[in-house]
Structure formats: structure tokens, C-alpha cells
């Protein structure tokens, strides 16, 4: 589920200038970019895109949130970078493999004719784009970065499956609550934000 295409038809191209270009593309133009930069087999940079996502996310987090690093051994630095890499090299492509087979396996209920579980990785990988800013401890941002990237996740599955945008949302909608309600913390966000909002209302 991880290979490798040499010389991938419509898939994307590699290196750090790759990834950029890929990350404002999603994000600007996400019809566009999923018609032409998912194609079969070519997880690996997908992958990669998704651990940068998870990298520069927590990064953030851990560095600037309060309490978020549990210091081993005394040493608060070498423990946030233990934390990012276990998040960055075994985290992020487990939970993006688990959601994707909960997708694929949602999708078959009412898609059947579809593309394959190695697209859909992708789709899942590139959608979470918007929550490279999710590490902040603003509510408010984390809480559009995950609504952002569930909306790139069911315009993803509508384009690379063929399917309606209704469909996609159905089927969607578990592993979006995952990924971004869940992983990147957007319904806490969201419980912070409902809480903040009824004291300001019960303070007026």
C-alpha cells in the first residue's frame, strides 16, 4: 500500500517544491488538482505530504501550546522531538491507511463503481492540507482547518470516485470526523469555541 511508481501516469511529481506547489493547488483549486494529481498506485507522495501536514502541525503545537509536551528524562526539547517524529513516522501513515480503509469500505456501500483504495489514500493524504496551521492554540483556526479539510475530503471522493457531492458526503463523513473532528482536533475546538460563546451570552 505504499509503493512507489517510478514513472506515474498523471501522478504527482516529487521533491519539497512538489509538495509546496501541491499544497496551494489543494487548497485553491481542489476539483482541478484531484482530476489531475491522484492517480493509481502513487501513494508515496501522498504519504509524504501527509507527514508534513502532521510534522509542521505539531511542531507548532508542541512548541507554543502549554503542557502539550510531557518532558521525559528532564530533557522538555529532545522529548518534543521524539514526540514529532513518532507522530510524523508511524501516527500519521497508520491513521491515514486505517481511515482510508474505513473509506474504501464506505464507499463500496454505495459506490460501486469506484476508483481503488490506493486513491483514496491520496484523497485523505492531500485533504488534510488546511491543518498545517491546526497546531496553533486558536480555536477558531483549528476548528476552519478542519472543517476546511473535510470539505477538500468530500470533493476529493466526489472527483476521484465519480460520484455525486452528496454521496461523497455521506460516505464521508465518518472519516472526517476522524480525521479532523478527532486527529486534528477540530471538535474541541468547536467545544471551546460553543463554550466561550454560551459565557458571553449568560454574561450579557
Known amino acids: 500500500m505504499t509503493q512507489w511508481v517510478e514513472e506515474?501516469?498523471?501522478g504527482r511529481d516529487r521533491g519539497p517544491v512538489a509538495l509546496?506547489?501541491?499544497?496551494?493547488?489543494?487548497?485553491?483549486?481542489?476539483?482541478?488538482?484531484?482530476?489531475?494529481?491522484?492517480a493509481p498506485g502513487d501513494q508515496a507522495p501522498g504519504l509524504i505530504f501527509a507527514s508534513g501536514v502532521v510534522l509542521i502541525e505539531e511542531a507548532i503545537r508542541?512548541?507554543?501550546?502549554?503542557?502539550?509536551?510531557?518532558v521525559i528524562a528532564g530533557r522538555p526539547v529532545a522529548s518534543r522531538a521524539f514526540l514529532v517524529a513518532l507522530a510524523v513516522v508511524l501516527v500519521a501513515p497508520l491513521s491515514l491507511?486505517?481511515?482510508?480503509?474505513?473509506?474504501?469500505?464506505?464507499?463500496r456501500a454505495?459506490?460501486?463503481?469506484?476508483?481503488?483504495?490506493?486513491?483514496?489514500v491520496q484523497v485523505v493524504a492531500y485533504a488534510?492540507?488546511?491543518?498545517?496551521?491546526?497546531?496553533?492554540?486558536?480555536?477558531?483556526?483549528?476548528?476552519?482547518?478542519?472543517?476546511?479539510?473535510a470539505a477538500l475530503l468530500v470533493i476529493g471522493l466526489?472527483?476521484?470516485?465519480?460520484?455525486?457531492?452528496?454521496?461523497?458526503?455521506?460516505?464521508?463523513?465518518?472519516?472526517?470526523?476522524l480525521v479532523f473532528g478527532y486527529g486534528f482536533r477540530g471538535f474541541a475546538a468547536a467545544a471551546v469555541l460553543i463554550s466561550e460563546a454560551n459565557v458571553l451570552a449568560g454574561g450579557t
Open 62 to 70: 508542541l512548541s507554543i501550546v502549554p503542557g502539550a509536551t510531557p
Open 158 to 177: 466526489s472527483v476521484v470516485h465519480r460520484t455525486s457531492l452528496f454521496r461523497a458526503g455521506l460516505v464521508g463523513a465518518v472519516p472526517a470526523a
Open 97 to 107: 491507511h486505517l481511515v482510508a480503509a474505513i473509506q474504501t469500505l464506505l464507499l
Open 20 to 38: 509546496v506547489r501541491a499544497w496551494v493547488e489543494v487548497l485553491v483549486r481542489p476539483r482541478r488538482f484531484f482530476e489531475a494529481g491522484v
Open 110 to 120: 454505495v459506490v460501486p463503481d469506484r476508483a481503488g483504495i490506493s486513491e483514496t
Open 128 to 149: 488534510s492540507a488546511p491543518c498545517v496551521l491546526a497546531g496553533a492554540p486558536i480555536p477558531a483556526v483549528r476548528l476552519i482547518c478542519g472543517v476546511y479539510g
Open 8 to 10: 506515474p501516469t498523471g
